[in-house]
């Protein structure tokens, strides 16, 4: 043994130390608590095993398993002296070796027991082929791209993805590549046509996937406009510390919003990464699991999409509570609890010594984590351990048992003895301990029924004054092991020799269900099932069929057949009579209680061509009578192949019958398929004898009926079985989950401790808070999970679970309380009213619907002026859930509208209201008060300034005839160097009227008729300075010209223009704001260029002009006479060429500087036809340099018969 030792510690030195080509192996420790789950082999890349218990005592013994099955070692095996199991994963010829892979778990024995550690699962390295490939896409620009590759390895394989087989750049926010194979391209560019594939690779190999090409076209972005989720989240299912994806591609124009939220409402964990659209777990855990729901949202609108999925997360088992080492007395109870958590739930197994541990009279395993050992015994001690296993792996917890035994205790209890003293009553005697008997304070009594597993112990306690004990309320023939155990103050002695005895035999307590049928008219066939050994409380021997005809109920016939018989015919009956029945069942102590009288009709005649269609009755008939129930079993008819279905019937059997036999109940018949076995009869009576009776029938014929006839329980009678058993614990770890809007899981776990069978459970579910009794609702589950349906949708559950022993219930759980989803509104909005506050918009006020089902996120308001008109033509207004009036305007006046409302949540929208219209008023046109007043402050305001604009004008009037005469120096220096004098020989002008004007019409070519004039001309015209130098003076016959045109019209028009003329010492500043002023505003009249008579003169006429210049006279004015054709004539008129205005020219001193002003004037009659002659006057005098006039108005200017104006001073 120690040069084997020596070996194998070589080998393994060698293999750590020595020039292999292999590497140091990854070890790896096995106890039995937590640790990982699975453990991957890297090609050539050994794994060590060790095995590590815990325990003090050195092993002397590691046993190796696989599977649960003794490792066979080979090649790739070797067992280290150490206990230690070593795995070489040497690759030949690629392929891994047989065999190894599997669930690896070792058991290391002692002195004081034997221990098993938890399995851990050995995978080979491996990489699938594909699943999925990536394929081809089209797509629009702008829109989004997605290829998807899937493919399974241990360890997981990373993808990483290639466009023409150069790697996708990461850094990119468009190009988004997800741990489970996934590539997504947001706002796809012509460049990103191309071939693309996916690269997988772990240790094990790598693996490169077919090309698939995307190509990108540029058409109508009309489909984008709409929001989509292209690629929604799916439900997965990741193992506890994987990666999750949950994926939400939304494409649209403008660019969607995506967001992600819970439906249980908790917050998203903050361990998870959001790329992009999507939800990345890097390391999945138990809290993340959930629905998880992605809502895409178009900006600035409420048009949004949403998609729900859920992710579960499958966890290894954990334990969470260990069971504890105990160190008892002799006698006592010992109990260990070990409770476990996982996904799916884990199994628990229970081992002791590394071996399972099975129930037997002492030890019961009961609800899921508890195991009891009553009366320990000094074999009972050793190593428990509670495995945990849910497929995923296990979880494992030991704890030690040790039985104390102290000295003083007294022996065992002698000569223990059973006596039946009836068929439930048994007495029981035995002699008190050998040893130590002085000391005994009590004793304990066991009763256990012998036949079966899983029965429950009784124990009944008494005081020392008695060896004696009668046990009482036990079922008859039915076989119980008995023990006594004494107990001191030091603790209890070690329990009696079991005694086994059967109780005697009873009546039956009940009788054979009896069917009946007719095979020929003087044939009565009945038929019936054995009692149960319960109801049978005995051997069955015989059983008595009664009989009578209804005519003759006092003659009644007996017949007795054999207790292994389970059907009788009846022989030589008259035909067409209706006969009763019944049958009892007997023992060796008598004969039970007989069934209820059950009544057949013969048949009337017997049909030899029809024979083949007679069908018996169906057999095997039981009813199961409850306080409100009856539950109906059969088997198939005999010649079932004739059968198209089955009826039921079901009738209460009064007590005391007409003398007609007519019964005064009404018969209730049931037709069910073919197919059905059972039915259950629900609303019954308790304690109210009833009649069942099932038959077959096809098209032709009704076959004939089985016959039950029994009674209801009582609504009192609560039936127990010995002794009295306490009610079972209610059950733990309730959960509930919302699964719809109108269903919600509910999931919970056994009692963690029970002495009784449970064999259902009993759910209540009610409205939170309600106190209506009504809307509490029962359900029965025999599992431990209930799907409750029919619900309200967005209503909070009260929501409790009561365990249901075989004859006892217990209380219920604590509430959990658990919302349905929400759902679409059911209801209308309500209370829908229609106001007109004016005769262009409608107020619309509502009351929220009465069943929102919801959270109200938005309403609907459909209206139109006409009714037949398709509703989606109808005008639609959206407002917020939390508004409940909104006033439409824009409407037109004298129409009728016809108005309709609905509300939305999350889910979508629900029934629209009840159509409702509205007539708007006629317009009323009505003065507001603001705008009344508003107009009489402005007519205010507009008077007020026309009387400060008539005073101001009437005092410089005054100020103008109040001045005296001008000396020359009052002429401006633009008028003495370019200037002209008019000539004193001027022509008098008769019948005529004037019109002056601020400026003459522009200056005439010398010889140019004054009749080509235009009709209209210009009060403001521009010549070029250059010209105007150039340009020759008139001549005194072209200003003769002049007056005789102007004194030959009948119609005159004038417009004064009256100016002040600047003081001589104001002459040079009046120079320099001249110049200021062309500057900014263009050419003044001031300037040289705008004088109509500034063209150079002969010399002989410079004095003429000097003199006129130094007229007294204040006053300019340039006749213009227009004749009655409307054609102006004037002075100094330039050709045709040289008459268009000039743009940008104005008035000097700022008044105004239109841009092109023409002032056309017209002529008009005079209504008195008078007319005034105006002799010459020599003192008056045309200034070419105009001092800035305090009122200049342009425009067209009438003449009338009351407004002349003269030229004489």
């Known amino acids: 043994m120690a040069v084997e030792s020596t070996i194998w510690l070589f080998c393994l030195l060698s293999l750590f130390c020595g020039p292999s080509k292999q590497e140091r192996p990854v070890s790896l420790e096995l ?75 070792c058991v290391s024995a002692s002195a004081l027991g034997a221990l098993t550690s938890r399995t851990i699962n050995v995978l080979l390295a491996s990489l699938s082929k594909f699943h999925q490939e990536p394929s081809p896409q089209t797509v629009l620009a702008g829109g989004a791209a997605r290829f998807e590759c899937q493919i399974e390895g241990v360890p997981t394989p990373v993808i990483t993805w290639e466009k023409d087989k150069v790697a996708v750049p990461e850094e990119t926010s468009r190009f988004i590549s997800l741990p489970n194979g996934v590539l997504q391209i947001l706002e796809v560019t012509k460049e990103d046509e191309g071939a693309y ?17 995307l190509t990108v076209t540029t058409g109508s972005t009309e489909a984008l406009n709409r929001v989509a989720i292209v690629a929604p989240p799916q439900n997965a299912t990741v193992v506890l510390g994987r990666p999750a994806v949950m994926e939400c591609m939304a494409q649209g124009q403008p660019k969607p919003l995506v967001s992600w939220s819970r439906q249980d409402g908790k917050p998203i964990s903050t361990d998870v990464v959001v790329l992009a659209t999507n939800l990345v777990i890097r390391d999945t855990r138990r809290h993340h699991a959930g629905v998880y729901v992605c809502r895409a949202n178009k900006p600035k609108t409420r048009e949004f999409v949403i998609a729900a999925a859920e992710l579960r997360v499958p966890a290894p088992p954990v ?184 109780m005697l035999e ?105 024979h083949s269609m007679v069908i018996f009755a169906p057999t095997e008939l039981k009813v199961r009578a409850r306080v409100n129930t009856l539950n109906v079993t059969w088997h198939l008819s005999p010649n079932h192949t004739l059968v198209s279905g089955y009826k039921l019937s079901c009738r209460e059997v009064e007590a005391d019958e007409s003398a007609t036999g007519e019964r005064t109940t009404h018969t209730h018949i049931i037709r069910l398929r073919k197919k059905a076995r059972y039915h259950l009869l629900t609303g019954l009576a308790p304690d109210r004898q009833y009649e069942v009776r099932v038959w077959a029938f096809n098209k032709q014929v009704d076959g004939a009926a089985a016959v039950w006839k029994g009674r209801t329980d009582k609504a009192h009678d609560k039936t127990s079985a010995l002794p009295m058993r306490p009610p079972p614990l209610p059950p733990s770890s309730i959960q509930a989950t919302a699964n719809s809007s109108t269903s919600i899981w509910l999931r919970w776990e056994k009692p ?96 929220p619907p009465l069943e929102p089902n919801g959270i109200i996120i938005s309403y609907r308001i459909l209206y139109s002026g006409n009714l037949s008109q398709p509703e989606h033509l109808w005008e639609n207004l959206s407002r917020d859930g939390s508004i409940t009036s909104v006033e439409v305007q824009g409407l037109s006046s004298g129409t009728r509208y016809f108005f309709k409302l609905g509300a939305s949540t999350e889910v979508g929208p629900g029934p629209y209201s009840p159509v409702k219209d509205v007539h708007t008023p006629l317009e009323k046109y009505e003065l507001k008060i603001h705008a009344v007043i508003g107009i009489i402050v402005g007519v205010c305001l507009g008077l007020i300034c026309i009387l400060l604009c008539m005073c101001f004008s009437f005092r410089n009037s005054k100020s103008r005839e109040m001045s005296g005469g001008l000396d020359s120096t009052a002429v401006t220096p633009q008028f003495r160097r370019g200037g002209s004098p008019l000539p004193s020989n001027l022509p008098e002008c008769s019948d005529s009227h004037e019109l002056e004007t601020l400026m003459p019409p522009g200056s005439q070519e010398p010889g140019q008729p004054l009749e080509e004039a235009p009709e209209e001309q210009s009060l403001m015209s521009s010549v070029n300075p250059e010209e105007e130098e150039d340009a020759p003076a008139p001549e005194p016959k072209d200003l003769n010209r002049l007056c005789t045109s102007m004194c030959s019209n009948r119609v ?24 200021d002023t062309n500057t900014t505003r263009g050419p003044s009249l001031s300037e040289e260029r705008y004088s109509p008579l500034s063209q150079p003169t002969p010399p002989g006429e410079e004095d003429n002009l000097e003199k006129l210049a130094q007229s007294p006279s204040n006053l300019l004015s340039i006749k213009l006479v227009a004749n009655h054709n409307g054609e102006l004539k004037g002075t100094g008129d330039q050709p045709n060429k040289d008459l268009e205005p000039q743009q940008d020219m104005g008035l000097t001193n700022g008044f105004h500087s239109p841009k092109t002003m023409q002032s056309v004037l017209r002529a008009e009659h005079l209504e008195n036809g008078d007319s005034r002659h105006c002799p010459s006057a020599p003192g008056k005098t045309i200034s070419a340099g105009l001092s800035p006039a305090p009122f200049v108005s342009s425009g067209f200017v009438h003449s009338t018969s009351a407004a002349h104006s003269y030229l004489c001073p």
């Not at 013994?61 to 230690?84: C, E, I, R, Y």
């Not at 594939?197 to 090409?213: F, G, L």
């Not at 292994?564 to 049958?583: C, D, G, K, M, S």
């Not at 002040?1060 to 320099?1072: C, I, N, Q, V, Y």
């Open 31 to 105: 106890s039995c608590g937590a640790g990982p789950s699975h453990v991957v082999l890297e090609p050539d890349l050994p794994l060590l095993l060790e095995c590590n218990l815990g325990v003090s005592d050195a092993p002397f013994n590691v046993t190796w398993l696989q599977d649960g099955h003794p490792l066979p070692l080979g090649d790739f095996l070797q067992n280290l002296a150490n206990g230690s199991l070593l795995l070489l994963p040497t690759f030949k010829d690629g392929q891994p070796p047989q065999g190894m892979e599997g669930g690896y778990s």
């Open 197 to 213: 594939r996916c690269v997988a690779s772990n240790s094990a190999r790598k693996d490169i996937s077919h090309e698939a090409r």
């Open 319 to 502: 334990i969470l509570q260990p069971p504890e080492t105990a160190s008892l007395s002799r006698g006592n109870t010992a109990r260990f609890v070990c409770n476990s958590s996982g996904e799916p739930p884990p199994v628990l197994l229970w081992l002791k010594n590394g071996l399972p541990i099975k129930s037997f009279r002492r030890v019961k395993t009961q609800s899921p984590g508890v195991l009891l050992i009553n009366q320990l015994a000094l074999e009972d001690a050793g190593y428990y351990q509670c495995i945990a296993d849910n497929g995923l792996g296990t979880a494992c917890a030991t704890a030690k048992l040790t039985v104390i035994v102290r000295e003083g205790l007294p022996s065992s209890p002698r000569h223990l003895s059973a006596t039946p003293y009836t068929s439930t009553t048994a007495l029981l005697t035995w002699e008190k301990p050998e040893y130590n008997s002085d000391q005994i304070i009590g004793y304990s009594v066991h009763c256990q029924r012998a036949a079966g597993l899983d029965n429950v112990e009784y124990q009944f306690a008494m005081n020392n004054d008695t060896t004696e004990y009668h046990v009482k309320e036990l079922l008859p023939h039915t076989a119980y092991t008995f023990f006594v155990v004494a107990y001191s103050p030091m603790g209890a002695s070690r329990p009696s020799l079991p005694v086994t005895v059967e």
């Open 506 to 610: 009873d009546v039956p307590s009940a009788p054979p269900q009896l069917s009946i049928a007719s095979t020929s008219p003087t044939d009565i066939r009945l038929m019936w099932h054995p009692l149960s050994s319960q109801h049978s409380r005995g051997a069955v021997t015989r059983y008595r069929i009664d009989y009578s005809t209804l005519d003759q109920v006092d003659t009644v016939f007996s017949v007795e057949v054999g207790g292994n018989e389970t059907q009788f015919t009846l022989r030589e009956l008259q035909p067409n009579h209706a006969y009763r029945l019944r049958i009892a069942a007997g023992t060796g102590v008598g004969f039970g209680v007989p069934s209820e009288w059950a009544q057949h009709q013969t048949l009337a005649h017997y049909n030899h061509s029809n």
């Open 752 to 847: 963690r401790f029970s002495n009784v069978r449970i064999i259902n459970y009993t759910v209540r579910c009610s409205p939170a808070g309600t106190t209506n009794a009504s809307l509490v609702s029962y359900h029965t589950s025999s599992s431990q999970e209930i799907l409750l349906g029919a619900l309200k949708p967005f209503t909070r559950y009260e929501l409790a679970v009561q365990s249901n022993g075989v004859d006892v219930v217990g209380p219920f759980s604590g509430t959990v309380e658990e919302s349905t989803l929400s759902d679409r509104p059911s209801t209308p909005p309500e209370e829908l009213q229609l106001s007109t506050p004016d005769s262009s918009s409608v107020l619309v006020s509502w009351r």
């Open 1052 to 1075: 005159e028009a004038e417009v004064i223009v009256h100016s002040e003329l600047a003081d001589p010492g104001t002459e040079k500043e009046e120079k320099g704001s001249v110049k």
